[in-house]
């Protein structure tokens, strides 16, 4: 027998002492305990607000946030918001007076509770509104969060969301319409949140530009001007005479002093 054999043989009936078995394995329950105590939970509340508006809010389809570690690309915790789009004074008056704090008890936020045993880089990232694809927008940050110190403090970890919701209203998608006839554009466009757009509201109709690109048969572009329609709240304007053609629409909208724009498209038939 080799001297290797020897000394494995020899190993594995010292590893059979019961003295040392139960050295080893207290030994790892030690280390696994260690570990455990080491870990502390960690509290994150994360919320999104519209530029210039209100929470992104809602039960079904509202904001997905995903929490990852910077540096490893680990996936630490996903979800949605729950919640309401929050109080309209407070949070256009940016909290109440000697407060930073705009959220109330049920505005729209995501939490997580993670067990960190060291610092961590972290990337958050909100992707919504999920209700809205056409207007649905990503935006990220990244910060370093330490075990045990929640970040829960005023409105948590906010994330600003840029953007217009326009829905199309009028035509409807591959509308069929008679050759010489006029067509309605009509367009409801809301802040981010779904807050409305109107006459004498915080976000005003006389703020937003809202303009129609209409192409036939892919020619050049004809630019429209969409005007408020205070009964409907939507944006409105007509195209007549129509020539036999396959007709594609662009509604574009603009807010310059928040320098929010959303876009939606839509197409008709002409026979």
Avoid: H
């Amino acid at each position: 027998m080799t001297f290797a054999a020897k000394s494995n043989i020899a190993w594995e009936r010292y590893m059979m002492k019961p003295g040392v078995r139960v050295v080893l394995a207290a030994a790892m329950l030690s280390s696994e305990f260690s570990q455990a105590i080491r870990a502390e939970p960690t509290i994150i509340e994360a919320r999104t607000i519209a530029r210039g508006a209100k929470f992104l809010g809602g039960f079904q389809a509202p904001v997905r946030i995903t929490l990852t570690d910077a540096d490893t690309g680990e996936v630490l915790a996903r979800g949605q918001t729950q919640g309401t789009t929050g109080d309209t004074q407070r949070i256009m008056g940016r909290g109440a007076a000697g407060e930073q704090r705009m959220a109330t008890e049920d505005s729209a936020v995501f939490r997580a509770i993670l067990d960190l045993d060291r610092p961590r880089r972290i990337t958050i990232s909100a992707s919504g509104p999920l209700s809205q694809p056409q207007a649905a927008t990503t935006v990220t940050s990244t910060q370093w969060i330490l075990p045990g110190r929640d970040l829960t403090a005023g409105d948590g970890w906010l994330l600003e969301m840029p953007g217009l919701i326009v829905d199309v209203a009028a035509p409807t998608a591959y509308q069929q319409v008679k050759a010489g006839t006029s067509i309605g554009l009509r367009a409801g466009v809301t802040m981010l949140c779904g807050c409305p757009i109107s006459q004498e509201g915080p976000w005003r109709a006389a703020d937003t530009e809202v303009e129609a690109y209409v192409t036939r048969d892919g020619a050049a572009p004809q630019r429209i001007s969409l005007t408020f329609d205070p009964e409907a709240s939507e944006f409105v304007a007509g195209i007549s005479d129509l020539r036999p053609g396959l007709y594609e629409v662009e509604f574009r909208a603009w807010v310059q002093s928040s320098n929010n724009t959303g876009v939606a498209r839509t197409a008709f038939f002409v026979r």
